[in-house]
Nanobody, 115 residues
């Protein structure tokens, strides 16, 4: 069993930057890939970026070139560095396993980008 706790969200102006953190605890030895997901009001949850245990990454087209996912295996932590933020990036951001293994979600962290 593994739990994820997100942090680092906040309110920023368009064009600004934020760095999100995802701390994993529990049975972390069972984790393969970890992804950042987001859900805006009235929309489906979508995968933003993912990183495998070996360090391979993939990104959604709408964030490629602006967001960077990274990991610190010693700290069981995954990060999402976001730059050039746009109002359409406003959402609650979650981390979870990727590919998704269990449909259990934490509280997420709110990212709001003002125009």
């Amino acid at each position: 069993q593994v739990q994820f706790v997100e942090s680092g969200g906040g309110l920023v102006q368009a064009g600004g930057s934020l760095r999100l953190s995802c701390a994993a605890s529990g049975s972390t030895f069972n984790i393969n890939g970890i992804g950042w997901y987001r859900q805006a009001p009235g929309k489906q949850r979508e995968l933003v970026a993912a990183i495998s245990s070996a360090g391979y990454t993939n990104y959604a087209d709408f964030v490629k070139g602006r967001f960077t996912i990274s990991r610190d295996n010693a700290k069981n932590t995954v990060y999402l560095q976001m730059v050039s933020l746009k109002p359409e990036d406003t959402a609650v951001y979650y981390c979870n396993q990727s590919p998704l293994r269990y449909n259990y979600w934490g509280q997420g962290t709110q990212v709001t980008v003002a125009s």
